[in-house]
């Protein structure tokens, strides 16, 4: 029976090489995105904060972040659950959010936050991984996202 891969790794257990991806292709796919009507970006800090900003940019929307974390910059889990870092920010009730991050890979991150804005209607995105959008669905290895450099 196989063990289940770790981040970094292929299904074999071996170093796995990172995709990497530039800033306009990450750009362009942003723009192709079908994403329904909101009011405010929110980004997941830091992972992501980068792709919440090009977002915001985009869509000419009002951007803040709400930290959270759950893994460490190698993409281990360092928490036994994420946890929220700072109070996150007040925004309207009724508020249609576009909370975004750079990668999930269980889902848990998202809901936290997505847990912070009970009043609000919140739509997840993330490059990669399990949200209502995905900008890169197509890639299940590690990437070498441009902004980590």
């Known amino acids: 029976m196989s063990q289940p891969s770790r981040p970094g790794q292929d299904d074999a257990g071996t170093a796995a090489a990172a995709l990497p991806l530039a800033f306009d292709v990450i750009s362009r796919r942003l723009k192709g995105l079908a994403i329904p009507t909101c009011d405010v970006v929110v980004g997941i ?37 994420p946890e929220v870092l700072e109070d996150p920010p007040r925004l309207p ?46 890639i299940a290895s590690c990437v070498a996202w441009p902004w980590k450099g």
Do not use: C, W
């Open 45 to 81: 800090a830091t992972g992501g904060t980068v792709p919440a900003a090009m977002i915001a940019h985009q869509l000419g929307l009002p951007l803040t972040l709400v930290r959270i974390n759950y893994r460490a910059e190698d993409n281990t889990p360092q928490r036994p659950q």
């Open 93 to 138: 009730p009724g508020s249609r959010l576009l909370l975004i991050d750079e990668v999930s890979v269980t889902g848990a991150t998202l809901a936290a936050a997505a847990a912070l804005f009970p009043d609000q209607t919140v739509t997840t995105l993330v490059l990669k991984g399990r949200a209502d959008v995905v900008a890169f669905p197509e």
